[in-house]
């Protein structure tokens, strides 16, 4: 543990929760009693939002409303599309999603409605909406038209179809987005879901708490890093150059960091960077590039940092976000959308949070304390002026 107990809150419990369980010293990720293990590549991002949400797996009855249900919520209100197109092209695909998400809510004529039906719907609208926002904003900087959502197409397989102007994706291509949508859809008391959490701890509105999360889950150390880890991998550009990346790392008087390296709970392997991993391989032989570069940098880059001391001591391994980058670029994606990626699949588990909270009846605002310290300072004068 830092030794700076004021920093970064870490061994501090802040919720209970049913929803997942980080099992960081063995490298376990558990949704709702299921290993990640068991889910990825096995069930579909939809099936996952129903187990977070109503804790079980759904039955084919059970599946097909809640698809039913996505699928006639994901079309925008005008005003959002509008304001969408609205926004400077060069604004950071994230600040578009958060300047969207936060629009939703003025759309939404329910948005302050807590009434368990419409909390309900609200739940499912913004899990169907927030691709939208994501894939609109893309095509719009693009200076491409928009397209309208095909119903018969899942979460997955719409947003690919969206994004490609309207032409239908690849079946390896949904199912590996799919597969990603499920690895990041929760994780415990992570950076935006706790931020989220606070939002919702005061009764603030669905909206309010998804903008929370979004601001939080886009810097480097979280969501961002898949996107830094890629930059980084980049920058090193040859295996040639890893020893000196290394050392900069180790340096403690250099800012450097391995991005996509270490964690504050996994103290072994993150069970999602191992299947993220695997993937990458599969992306990249898929399409002819299995002698990828910048594969090949990452896996020296792994493979030189798990002998080396410092990341041993320190229990430093790669998490989800080393290989992520790596495999949504070989897919087509720009690096600035990996983390509104990350934003549209983690939604599944901000709102999962917060209907746990909401119905909670024993719900308490959150309130930590904080260690005065220009006040001890004074007073520690003044008993050294006393003295
Ligand atoms: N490269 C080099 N040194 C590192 C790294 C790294 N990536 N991560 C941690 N350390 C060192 C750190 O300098 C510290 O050393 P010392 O004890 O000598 O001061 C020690 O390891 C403990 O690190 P910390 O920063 O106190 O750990 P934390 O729990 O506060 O932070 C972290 C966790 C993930 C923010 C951090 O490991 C990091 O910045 N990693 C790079 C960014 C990254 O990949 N973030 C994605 C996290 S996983 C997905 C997600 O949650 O979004």
Not at 39 to 57: D, Q, R
Not at 148 to 163: G, K, Q, T, V
Not at 208 to 226: D, E, Q
Not at 283 to 300: F, N, S
Request: hydrophobic share 40%.
């Amino acid at each position: 543990m830092s030794s700076d107990a004021t920093k970064g809150l870490e061994g501090i419990v802040a919720a209970k929760t049913y929803l997942s369980d980080v099992r960081g010293d063995v490298g376990e990720l558990i949704y709702r009693g299921y290993d990640i293990n068991q889910l990825a590549g096995n069930i579909g991002y939809e099936e996952t939002v129903y187990l977070l949400h109503y804790g079980k797996l759904p039955n084919q009855s059970e599946l097909s409303a809640l698809k039913t249900k996505l699928v006639s919520y994901r079309q925008l209100p005008q005003g959002v599309i509008d304001l969408i197109q609205s926004l400077p092209k060069d604004t950071v695909p994230m600040n578009a999603l958060r300047t969207g998400i936060s629009a939703l809510g003025c759309f939404d004529s329910s948005s302050e409605d807590n009434s368990p039906e419409s909390l309900q719907e609200k739940a499912l609208k913004i899990i169907a909406q927030i691709p939208i926002v994501t894939a609109y904003f893309h095509l719009y900087r693009q200076g491409r038209p928009l397209v309208e959502s095909r119903p018969d197409l899942n979460e997955a397989a719409n947003f690919l179809y969206l994004i490609n102007g309207g032409t239908e994706a690849e079946k390896d291509s949904v199912d590996t987005l799919d597969m990603c949508y499920v690895l990041h859809a929760d994780h415990g008391m992570n950076a935006s879901t706790f931020a989220s959490r606070v939002t919702v701890a005061t009764l603030s509105d669905i909206y309010s708490a998804v903008t929370s999360a979004i601001g939080t889950l886009k810097g480097p150390l979280h969501g961002g890093a898949n996107e830094a880890a890629l930059n980084m991998l980049r920058e090193i550009g040859d295996v040639k150059n890893i020893p000196k990346f290394i050392e900069k790392a180790k340096d403690k008087n250099d800012p450097f960091k391995l991005m996509g390296f270490g964690h504050r709970v996994y103290k072994n392997y993150d069970p999602r960077a191992k299947v993220m991993q695997k993937t990458c391989h599969e992306v990249l032989a898929e399409i002819g590039k299995k002698d990828d570069k910048i594969l090949q940098v990452a896996l020296e880059l792994e493979k030189i940092a798990l002998k080396d001391d410092y990341f041993i001591e320190k229990k430093l391994y790669p998490n989800i976000d080393f290989y992520s980058g790596i495999t949504l670029n070989a897919m087509g994606f720009p690096s600035t959308m990996f983390t509104p990626l990350f934003a549209v699949a983690r939604t599944a588990g901000w709102i999962a949070h917060w209907k746990e909270m909401y119905l909670d009846p024993k719900n308490r605002i959150g309130r930590p304390r904080q260690l005065s310290v220009s006040y001890t300072h004074l007073r520690a004068h003044e008993t050294e002026a006393d003295l």
